[in-house]
């Protein structure tokens, strides 16, 4: 407002940044705005002032009258400026720890949209892409934002990057200028971890939407999301801050290994059936000391924390498509238990009743297909061997505190 226009600007970087210069695009952004850089100083230390003023808050779930004036005087400035661009059609390239996103864009361009890496274009080439285009498209986040700078009603395309789309910006930003938002989802992305890592394929809705046939998800999707989840796993948290042994130890990591096949894949996300070898997985939980009973675990994964002494007290297998029968060795008193159907309990609960063995075989048919391998882990730190197809497995005399199954196909 004119009455504050020969007040001087003062401000405090971002969680105490130690930059002491505008960027150029934010440098222009400011001359745009006909905002005197000059005037703008920086508070690096204690400092008082006789009088402040602090200006409310112009956005958060909805925009002021404020923020949009703002926005309409840089629209104004590049509609003034426009000049003529080589498409009309424009999809904004993130690019950072995006996985899978080059194959994303690659699929708008193959649509027509000029690629653009807004990181590399002047605050002016930015704006004049925006003010021109027809259609714009973009992953959800900051690129995604600078649709306010588009003219009113023009199409965009977001995809987000969640299949469940969470609280963002982008919402409200939508409502500025009325553009004419679709959302597209075209992610695999599951962990939360800070927005660092999200995970980008060519999704059915993706291509139902420009009217392209879609023949199931392809081999490179499956390579894209084990990327995604490797990366996410590895590097989306701070090694040296404590996280390590939680993801080392945390189910996260479990189903980590579970990715190591493309049927795992197919089960874990309801893809469809497009190798030969797809199967359903095993899966098993114990009941272990005063814990309860453990979440259900998936193929090779290990029941429980074996750095955690409670013996097991009780099992249960469950394997969709075949019958699994089971049975466990209490002691050499009373043997073993009456054998039990998937997905039944073998064992005892609050008893405080441990149990020395197992023995797992598949019904008939299953056998035909598949070997059922097992292995229990002890109290003094060591594994048995690996047992098959209805073997007695003992501890002899050791407290058991985890179990691990596994299948193998028969040739």
């Known amino acids: 407002m004119n009455e504050f226009k020969n007040c001087p600007l003062v401000y405090i970087t971002w969680l105490g940044g130690n930059f002491n210069s505008f960027s150029p695009n934010f440098r222009r952004l400011l001359e745009i705005l006909e905002v005197d850089i000059d005037k703008c100083r920086k508070i ?7 009088k402040i003023i602090l200006p409310d808050s112009s956005f958060g779930a909805i925009a002021t009258n404020e923020c949009r004036e703002t926005i309409d005087r840089v629209r104004n400035f590049a509609l ?8 009309k059609k424009v999809y904004y390239f993130h690019g950072r720890i995006q996985v899978g996103e080059e194959r994303l864009a690659e699929y708008f361009k193959s649509k027509g949209y000029e690629i653009i890496s807004p990181q590399k274009l002047t605050l ?5 892409w925006l003010i021109n285009c027809e259609s714009f498209a973009s992953t959800l986040g ?6 306010v700078f588009l003219r009113d009603r023009t199409e965009t395309i977001i995809i987000p990057r969640e299949g469940i789309f969470g609280r963002d910006y982008q919402l409200p930003l939508d409502q500025i200028n009325l553009v004419n938002a679709t959302y597209i989802d075209s992610t695999m992305s599951i962990f939360d971890k800070g927005n660092r890592y999200h995970c980008y394929i060519i999704s059915e809705q993706l291509k139902k939407f420009f009217g392209d046939k879609w023949n199931g998800y392809e081999e490179e999707d499956f390579k894209i999301f084990l990327q995604y989840v490797k990366t996410s796993l590895t590097k989306g948290f701070d090694v040296d801050s404590g996280e390590k042994n939680y993801y080392d130890f945390s189910p ?10 493309y049927e795992d894949l197919m089960v ?11 199967r359903s997985l095993v899966s ?18 290990i029941s429980n924390p074996l750095n955690q002494k409670f013996d097991i007290q009780a099992v249960k297998i469950n394997f969709p498509g075949h019958k699994v029968y089971y049975s466990v060795y209490y002691n050499d008193k009373e043997g073993w238990s009456a054998e039990v159907l998937s997905p039944e309990m073998a064992g005892t609960t609050g008893k405080a009743k441990s149990i020395y063995g ?14 059922i391998l097992y292995r229990v882990h002890k109290f003094d730190g060591t594994w048995t061997d690996w047992a098959k197809n209805d073997e007695a497995i003992y501890s002899h005399g050791v407290k058991l505190n985890a179990i691990q199954i596994k299948l193998e196909a028969k040739t």
């Open 124 to 128: 002016d080439e930015q704006l004049n």
């Open 284 to 301: 098993y939980q114990t009941h272990v000391d005063t814990k309860a009973w453990s979440s259900w675990n998936s193929e090779e994964q």
């Open 252 to 261: 996260i990591q479990e189903f980590l290994a579970q990715l190591r096949k």
């Open 44 to 50: 690096d230390q204690p400092t008082q002032f006789d």
């Open 142 to 147: 900051s690129c995604s934002h600078n649709s």
């Open 358 to 371: 197992i023995r797992i075989r598949l019904d008939e048919m299953g056998a035909k297909e598949f070997d």
């Open 268 to 278: 874990a996300y309801g893809m469809p059936h497009r190798w030969e070898y797809f």
């Open 80 to 87: 003034k400026n426009r000049m003529p661009t080589s498409n």
